[in-house]
């Protein structure tokens, strides 16, 4: 009998919970039926009385790539918006969670996954972890929780980094607000308990009420964001170019748009 392999795993431990993207021969792209899965979750945990702080990972020496390329090239006009919407609501109730989120980040985190992450309250990054917002290289705007690089970093570093798609390390990762803290790999599992340490030195229901309180600050921001970008995500299959930029990258080749 075939058993389908669970995309997210939870473990506890007392006061943490911790959540894998475990997809990692996929460098833990997130597909629909993960980012399912990890809402689920995330939604079963919120309930738990006991639990302080959440914890998200990636399985294996990634944390994720992002969006999945294959079923993103699939996508049309009809069910982009249901993609898309789905991963929001995924980080929607990241930031909605009660209890502070930490991300714990090494190897690449990507488009869909760096949203993830920025939806997090504390992100802590081995100093080798690449990051990148590349959706513009293959025919769509960055959209969702991309909105957040503006209050995180500011106006010019979201220009530079969304405009381009470009790469860049975790030092600038760091200098941006990005991440919090950086660490060499060997060092994460240490600086990111670190970090949990730190949190549980505060009073459980200050804290709840502290991140109600900044989540309630970025409130009107989101709102006013997040919809127009869903409808530019969907009219953007109206175009053609995500199918062409996702068959280019899937392919391994430059889209018809790039110069030789």
């Known amino acids: 009998m075939s058993t389908t392999k669970p995309l997210v795993l939870i473990e506890r431990d007392g006061p943490l919970a911790t959540l894998s993207l475990n997809r990692p021969e996929k460098r833990n792209a997130m597909n629909?039926?993960?980012?399912r899965e990890a809402k689920s979750a995330i939604a079963e945990l919120a309930k738990a009385d006991d639990l302080r702080v959440l914890i998200?990972?990636?399985?294996?020496?990634v944390f994720s790539a992002g969006a999945d390329v294959v079923e993103m090239g699939a996508l049309t006009e009809d069910n982009a918006r249901d993609f898309i919407s789905n991963l929001h609501s995924l980080i929607h109730g990241v930031r909605e969670f009660?209890?502070?989120v930490v991300c714990k980040c090494q190897g690449y985190v990507l488009g869909g996954a760096l949203e993830l992450m920025l939806g997090c309250d504390l992100r802590v990054a081995a100093d080798d972890t690449k990051f990148g917002m590349p959706e513009v290289r293959v025919g769509v705007p960055s959209v969702i929780e991309a909105a957040l690089f503006v209050p995180i970093s500011g106006l010019g570093a979201a220009q530079d980094l969304l405009f381009?798609?470009?790469?860049?390390?975790?030092q600038e990762a760091h200098r941006l607000g990005i991440v919090q803290r950086i660490c060499p790999l060997a060092e994460l599992e240490a600086t990111t308990h670190e970090a949990i340490m730190d949190l549980l030195q505060a009073a459980p229901g200050a804290l709840r009420a502290?991140?109600?309180l900044l989540r309630r600050w970025m409130q009107a921001y989101l709102e006013a964001a997040v919809p127009p970008s869903i409808d530019a995500f969907e009219a953007s299959f109206r175009t053609g170019e995500p199918q062409e930029g996702m068959a280019a990258a899937h392919e391994k080749r430059p889209p018809s748009w790039a110069p030789e």
């Open 32 to 35: 629909t039926q993960m980012t």
């Open 56 to 61: 998200i990972k990636g399985a294996g020496s």
């Open 98 to 100: 009660p209890h502070p």
């Open 164 to 170: 381009t798609g470009r790469t860049f390390d975790a």
């Open 210 to 212: 502290q991140k109600a």
